[in-house]
């Protein structure tokens, strides 16, 4: 079992900087691929960015988002610039047991077995 806690997010205006962290419990945290989605109001939940031997992002964020993990804190972080109004949205951090797999895998929530409480992003244009 594996228990993820999103830090709190926050208002941030357009342009600007936010990093959230997710911080895992249990000792095998190494041994899972970890991923960040996020809803919006009115939307289905979507991808964001992936952590696994290598990084996955989506397009929408490609070039803004950086997504890491530090092993031995257990924790996993997302780096979010330039943000946009459109960026606005509850984010998830998500755990996948499967760890040798690529972008189409990553990418689908249905292959993430833990999942965090989310935390309320928001941009203000």
């Known amino acids: 079992q594996v228990q993820l806690v999103e830090s709190r997010g926050g208002l941030v205006q357009a342009g600007g900087s936010l990093r959230l962290s997710c911080a895992a419990s249990g000792r095998t945290f190494s041994n899972y691929a970890m991923g960040w989605f996020r809803q919006a109001p009115g939307k289905e939940r979507e991808f964001v960015a992936a952590?696994?031997?290598?990084?996955y992002y989506a397009d929408s964020v490609k070039g803004r988002f950086t997504i890491s993990r530090d092993n031995a804190k257990t924790t996993v972080y997302l780096q979010m610039n330039s943000l946009k109004p459109e960026d606005t949205a509850v984010y998830y951090c998500?755990?996948?047991?499967?760890?040798?797999?690529?972008?189409?895998?990553?990418?689908?929530?249905?292959?993430?077995?833990?999942w965090g409480q989310g935390t309320q992003v928001t941009v203000s244009s």
């Open positions: 952590i696994s031997w290598t990084t």
């Open positions: 998500a755990a996948s047991k499967g760890t040798l797999y690529g972008s189409t895998y990553y990418g689908s929530q249905r292959n993430y077995d833990y």
